[in-house]
């Protein structure tokens, strides 16, 4: 009992503190060994005694308003200085001045200063995650798991209807489906990144990952065989359900647990039918919520988090966390992995009510339809779209809309900035195969008078 008890007051320990929507994000550097290795690192926190990897949960309900203020308290030169925060899936409806990118809606933090994100979960709810926003700083840390709760969501309610036929009388029979869930808290949200041992501006132009890590732990080849993985604690019979996010700046992931199946509830802040899968392929920036029925015999279970760069496999714990039952030792888990038989396919998600989709249901069925391209050019070492080079411009391009610019041509950077009709419906098309994908694309939207202009970085 007392090792148990020891196990879990650690556990705890390790989880960083929550913070709600109106709450100060503190940024700093401090040297960390996510996987064994230190290095300095940029991190944020609720204060300057709270500094973590991944940074705090930040947590809210459906419609809430987030009032975040980022302080820069940054001092490594060996790294960037400044900062900005994106905040990853939410709509920014009247609030495009927060969204965060540096250079498209507002200049980076200067170090010794704050600057105040507003904006609102407005009919929003899921799972979505906040990172620098400023070259690639967050490859460097700063990054971290943002929960939006729904208190009616629809999954807790959800049933199956049974009408049973005895002679001519019938019995109807309501059961849950193993959809609902009993615990979903900041404890069951689950982080897959990767991990550098060298800074970021000094890493090269696509580094390698050194390791991955899961909740901000890890193990790396040839690194020490103790270090410490992240553990996730279950108690039998009992239905968690995991909040999944990539926080990844390159890798993307085939993420499994032993044993288990994985029922996928919620993609990017969507409800779904319910979906089961005994593995998921996450990209960068994606998030996936899934129930986990903890219906095995009590013991430790491999969480595994392959990734498609860097070193694979799980050869002395590497790409690995541990799902520890109540009442299992305190030890590495000893379980092996099965065959998959039922991957998850994006294709296979569908949204548990749908709103209807715009436009007509074919290629170049939207009022605008843009093709973005991108490719690596070699001769820059740069990417671009449509031929154009994403050049961070002097001035914010919502500035520049603010200051009077109305046209595509007035707006810098030359090329990446698309004028498009109000009202309208936009269909983009991606090729993919370019070197460097895939890649996770964000696309940043500003009003100007009566159009819309589109800046995609």
Not at 71 to 94: E, K, P, Q, Y
Not at 235 to 242: L, T
Not at 288 to 302: I, R
Request: negative net charge.
């Amino acid at each position: 009992m007392a090792i148990l008890l020891a196990s879990i007051v650690t556990q705890l320990a390790a989880i960083a503190l929550a913070i709600g929507t109106n709450s100060d994000l503190y940024i700093s550097n401090q040297d960390i060994s996510p996987d064994g290795f230190s290095r300095s690192a940029v991190l944020a926190g609720a204060d300057a005694n709270s500094l973590s990897f991944p940074g705090p949960v930040i947590t809210g309900q459906k419609d809430d308003a987030f009032n975040i203020n980022v302080i820069d308290a940054l001092t490594d030169t060996t790294m960037l200085r400044t900062t900005s925060i994106h905040w990853h899936g939410f709509f920014m409806s009247g609030t495009a001045w927060a969204d965060g990118p540096a250079g498209v809606t507002q200049c980076p933090i200067a170090p010794g200063n704050s600057f105040l994100y507003s904006f609102q979960a407005k009919n929003q709810a899921g799972t979505f995650w906040y990172h620098s926003h400023h070259q690639s700083q967050y490859c460097d840390g700063l990054r971290g798991a943002i929960v939006v709760y729904d208190p009616d969501d629809p999954h807790l309610s959800l049933y199956v209807f049974t009408l049973l036929a005895f002679g001519l009388s019938y019995l109807t029979r309501f059961e849950f489906e193993p959809t609902s869930y009993d615990v979903d808290n900041e404890d069951t949200v689950i982080t897959v990144g990767d991990w550098y041992h060298t800074p970021a501006p000094s890493a090269g132009l696509v580094p390698t990952p050194d390791s991955t890590v899961i909740n901000g732990k890890g193990r790396y080849s040839g690194g020490p065989e103790a270090a410490p993985l992240a553990v996730i604690v279950v108690n039998e019979s009992r239905r968690y359900r995991f909040r999944l996010v990539s926080i990844s700046c390159d890798p993307n992931f085939v993420f499994s647990i032993d044993g288990h199946t994985m029922t996928v509830i919620e993609a990017d802040g969507v409800s779904v039918q319910p979906y089961t899968v005994d593995n998921i392929q996450i990209f960068a920036g994606q998030r996936y919520s899934f129930v986990l029925t903890a219906d095995q015999p009590v013991a430790n279970y491999w969480i595994r988090a392959n990734p498609n760069v860097g070193t694979t496999g799980f050869t002395g714990g590497l790409n690995s966390a541990i799902l520890r039952y109540v009442g299992a030792l305190d030890e590495d888990p000893v379980s092996s992995q099965t065959p998959f038989s039922n991957p998850l396919v994006e294709t296979s998600l569908h949204p548990l009510s749908s709103s209807g989709v715009p436009g007509l249901a074919q290629v170049g069925g939207g009022d605008v339809n843009l093709n973005l391209d991108i490719l690596f050019d070699f001769a820059s070492l740069k990417f671009k779209v449509n031929d154009a080079i994403y050049e961070e411009p002097s001035v914010p391009v919502l500035l520049q809309i603010l200051s009077g610019a109305q046209t595509a041509q007035d707006l810098l950077p030359t090329g990446s900035v698309y004028v498009l009709p109000a009202n309208s419906v936009i269909e983009l098309s991606l090729p993919g195969g370019s070197t460097g994908s895939p890649v996770s694309l964000f696309l940043h939207f500003a009003l100007s008078n009566s159009d819309a202009t589109l800046s995609s970085l």
